[in-house]
């Protein structure tokens, strides 16, 4: 569970339905792990049929409400068209960097994976290796590692933009100023004026979850200072 967090996006395989509530099967670190899903949050609106959204086996994308005493409970609707394409998108580059793996370690493969993936996923690990070849050397040796960054560097990736709005609004003399303070921290992302109060904040990543979790830190950081000056702190 110390991967998981509130907020997470994760790749499900349905399991099972039993009454309203649907059971689903998380991989995380080589193990399955079990969350659920109630009829609420499987789609706006009335649902007639819920084998319409999910059916057993059937890979769907959850963000994941809350995780309290071991229980993980999802949301299906509340996950758009975007970050639906994102996550099966990184799931098919994860599929794509294991399979240049197997094709050079072949049979020392499987290894080389777990160990990376104590670390790190496999797409972080990797293009991180681009630059910084280090680890991956100690993992599977220089000659190994050199075959596996020529093939990656081949290899045209996708980035990921992750935008938020954020409303900072005050009625404080020095507002401006104070609000300047703010988004300040949002130093090394791009931070565009919409309107009044209005704010555009995006980064970019070959990782849609790194990007999404840079953007989350900043965002709580910035609440709990925005809080402390006396500033409404809204994120849309």
Same mark, same amino acid.
């Given at each position: 569970?110390?991967?998981?967090?509130?907020? &997470?996006?994760?790749?499900?395989?349905? $399991? %099972?339905?039993?009454?309203?509530?649907?059971?689903?099967?998380?991989?995380? &670190?080589?193990?399955?792990?079990?969350?659920?899903?109630?009829?609420?949050?499987?789609?706006?609106?009335?649902?007639?049929?819920?084998?319409? *959204?999910?059916?057993?086996?059937?890979?769907?994308?959850c963000?994941?409400?809350?995780?309290?005493?071991?229980?993980? $409970?999802?949301?299906?609707?509340?996950?758009?068209?975007?970050?639906? =394409?994102?996550?099966?998108?990184?799931?098919?580059?994860?599929?794509? *960097? +294991?399979?240049?793996? %197997?094709?050079?370690? =072949?049979?020392?493969?499987?290894?080389?994976?777990? #160990?990376?993936? =104590?670390?790190?996923?496999?797409?972080?690990?990797?293009?991180?290796?681009?630059? @910084?070849?280090?680890?991956?050397?100690?993992?599977?040796?220089?000659?190994? +590692?050199?075959?596996?960054?020529?093939?990656?560097?081949?290899q045209?990736?996708k980035?990921?933009?992750?935008?938020?709005?954020?409303?900072?609004?005050?009625? #404080?003399? @020095?507002?401006?100023?104070?609000?300047?303070?703010?988004?300040?921290?949002?130093?090394?992302?791009?931070?565009?004026?919409?309107? +009044?109060?209005?704010?555009?904040?995006?980064?970019?990543? &070959?990782?849609a979850?790194?990007?999404?979790?840079?953007?989350? $830190?900043?965002?709580?950081?910035?609440? =709990?200072?925005?809080?402390?000056?006396?500033?409404?702190?809204?994120?849309k």
């Amino acid at each position: 569970m110390a991967d998981l967090e509130e907020g &997470d996006l994760v790749l499900c395989t349905v $399991d %099972r339905i039993i009454g309203t509530v649907v059971f689903v099967k998380i991989s995380l &670190d080589n193990k399955e792990i079990e969350g659920n899903i109630v009829l609420s949050e499987i789609a706006p609106g009335r649902i007639r049929n819920l084998r319409d *959204y999910v059916v057993p086996k059937k890979k769907i994308v959850c963000k994941i409400l809350r995780i309290k005493s071991g229980n993980i $409970d999802l949301s299906l609707r509340r996950v758009s068209q975007k970050e639906r =394409k994102e996550v099966l998108e990184r799931e098919q580059q994860e599929k794509s *960097y +294991a399979s240049v793996l %197997r094709g050079i370690l =072949k049979e020392k493969a499987e290894e080389a994976i777990q #160990k990376i993936l =104590k670390e790190d996923s496999l797409v972080s690990f990797l293009e991180d290796s681009k630059t @910084n070849p280090q680890k991956l050397e100690k993992v599977i040796g220089n000659e190994n +590692a050199k075959k596996i960054i020529e093939i990656l560097n081949t290899q045209k990736k996708k980035r990921t933009i992750v935008k938020r709005e954020i409303h900072l609004t005050t009625i #404080k003399p @020095n507002g401006i100023t104070l609000i300047k303070k703010v988004l300040e921290i949002f130093k090394g992302i791009n931070v565009k004026y919409i309107a +009044a109060g209005k704010y555009l904040i995006e980064t970019e990543s &070959d990782d849609a979850k790194t990007a999404d979790k840079k953007i989350r $830190d900043m965002i709580e950081v910035a609440e =709990k200072e925005a809080k402390r000056a006396g500033i409404e702190f809204a994120v849309k």
